[in-house]
């Protein structure tokens, strides 16, 4: 399985972004999807969550009604929106894949399966 993201770069704060994270699996519609970001000097954070159900959606407090998580199965890709940005959301992006079906409520970096490259967003102030 692999993930390619991509649709980082640069941005006013302010302004906005949309990052894709192509899934190469058939069985997508399975995986619950998650994004993770990590900046200059600090450890891997949890952004977003999209369950495999589709019907189950969680954001970092820091995110909350500014970027949105979306997919699209027939094309195997799961969406980043990030409006508002802000220099702190300055970071690599990484997409990654989790196969068990584990509960949100229980779900930990550690039980993905697989995880993207990264993109790099850099909001400037």
């Known amino acids: 399985v692999q993930l390619q993201a991509s649709g980082g770069g640069l941005v006013q704060t302010g302004g906005s972004l949309r990052l894709s994270c192509v899934v190469s699996?058939?069985?997508?519609?399975?995986?619950?999807m998650g994004w993770f970001r990590q900046a200059p000097g600090k450890e891997r954070e949890f952004v977003a969550v999209?369950?495999?159900?589709?019907?189950?959606?969680d954001y970092a407090d820091s995110v909350k009604g500014r970027f949105t998580i979306s997919r699209d199965v027939a094309k195997s890709t799961v969406y980043l929106q990030m409006n508002s940005l802000k220099p702190e959301d300055t970071a690599v992006y990484y997409c990654?894949?989790?196969?068990?079906?584990?509960?949100?409520?229980?779900?930990?970096?550690?039980?993905?399966?697989?995880w993207g490259q990264g993109t790099l967003v850099t909001v400037s102030s």
């Open positions: 990654a894949a989790e196969t068990a079906g584990l509960p949100l409520s229980r779900l930990g970096q550690d039980d993905y399966d697989f």
């Open positions: 699996v058939r069985t997508f519609s399975s995986y619950t």
């Open positions: 999209l369950a495999w159900s589709g019907r189950e959606i």
